[in-house]
């Protein structure tokens, strides 16, 4: 492992000459990682259903695939410009292409694939994140009391999207050894053994899990990775506004709800993909159930305000555990 690698700091370029797809990275965790990939110099196409001539069910128009490209662009050439200034000579800096596409349709998913192969003739990162399901979850709703079309839904988006994807993607990955698939999902395999308030989207949220670990074995024979990796309480563009704060005054909103002081920005999972990304041993991993708070630790990488929250371990000791600690103790 390189000693950037062990760090979890990804300097700019590492990733120069990799190929990305990170699917559903309209907005919060989806759109870090695809930045962060992008300042470590990887080349990241990045789809979803919001582009600026149209608005997907989510119904947030002012966040899109476009914005999400030009972001993961700004920080390649950011960062590459910070190269070039400390002396470390010319660095690849990273590119990002936007591709709107509906996850749920095969058609464009295999046209997406085939533009990548035609484009680039490789894949080296797929991260699964498409979701976008937060409307439809009914929590401490009897499964027989619950919308049905809804929770139908949830499944599409957030199991079916990810199967089409992978059957799609993988084929193209698998050219080279070394590839990484990252199941982006909602809680660890350790949290999720406690029941999520709603059937369907307790079923979802476990299902990366499941995919992760069967990717895993699938994968071994070609020298590929495959991860399932949460979030803790995400400090998402959604979340921000639903307390009626910015990611600036965020702190505010603990008063209204005193568990978000365990909050992490959509950047520290960013970093984690960054991380594994970068990581030649990254295999160690694979079939695991990650988070973004224990592979900071693991890496040394930490949020934008230089803390490490462990969103898990809080919630273990303190709110279910009933340990005397606060937010501040797993930061």
Not at 1 to 28: F, I, K
Not at 191 to 215: E, M, Q, V, W
Request: aromatic share 6%; net charge negative.
């Amino acid at each position: 492992m390189t000693a950037q690698a062990a760090t979890g700091q990804a300097a700019a370029g590492e990733l120069a000459g990799r190929v990305a797809l990170v699917a559903g990275a309209t907005r919060g965790a989806g759109r870090a990682m695809a930045i962060e990939l992008g300042r470590a110099g990887a080349l990241v196409y990045v789809t979803g259903r919001t582009t600026r001539e149209r608005v997907s069910e989510v119904g947030r128009p002012t966040e899109t695939i476009e914005q999400t490209a030009e972001l993961v662009t700004a920080a390649g050439e950011a960062a590459r410009r910070a190269a070039n200034k400390g002396g470390e000579g010319p660095r690849d800096g990273g590119t990002g292409i936007a591709v709107p596409t509906d996850h749920l349709d095969p058609a464009q998913v295999k046209a997406l694939i085939e533009r990548i192969d035609r484009e680039q003739g490789r894949l080296d990162v797929l991260v699964n994140s498409v979701w976008g399901g937060d409307r439809l979850i009914e929590f401490d709703t009897r499964l027989w009391d619950l919308d049905l079309d809804n929770a139908l839904r949830m499944f599409r988006l957030g199991i079916d999207s990810h199967i089409i994807t992978s059957h799609f993607a993988l084929p193209l990955l698998i050219r080279r050894p070394g590839g990484l698939v990252v199941e982006v999902t909602d809680g660890t395999a350790a949290f999720n053994r406690r029941y999520r308030g709603s059937l369907c989207f307790d079923l979802t949220k476990n299902a990366p899990h499941r995919i992760a670990f069967g990717l895993a074995a699938e994968l071994t024979e070609h020298g590929g990775t495959a991860v399932s990796l949460t979030p803790g309480f995400l400090r998402s563009e959604e979340m921000l506004d639903h307390f009626g704060v910015t990611e600036e005054t965020w702190r505010e909103a603990v008063a209204q709800e005193p568990h978000f002081a365990i909050a992490e920005s959509p950047a520290l999972i960013g970093r984690a993909v960054r991380a594994l990304a970068a990581d030649p041993e990254r295999a160690r991993w694979t079939g695991q159930s990650l988070s973004s708070g224990g592979l900071a630790k693991e890496y040394g990488f930490t949020d934008t305000d230089g803390s490490r929250p462990d969103c898990f371990g809080y919630f273990e000791d303190v709110v279910f555990g009933g340990k005397q600690a606060t937010a501040a103790d797993y930061r």
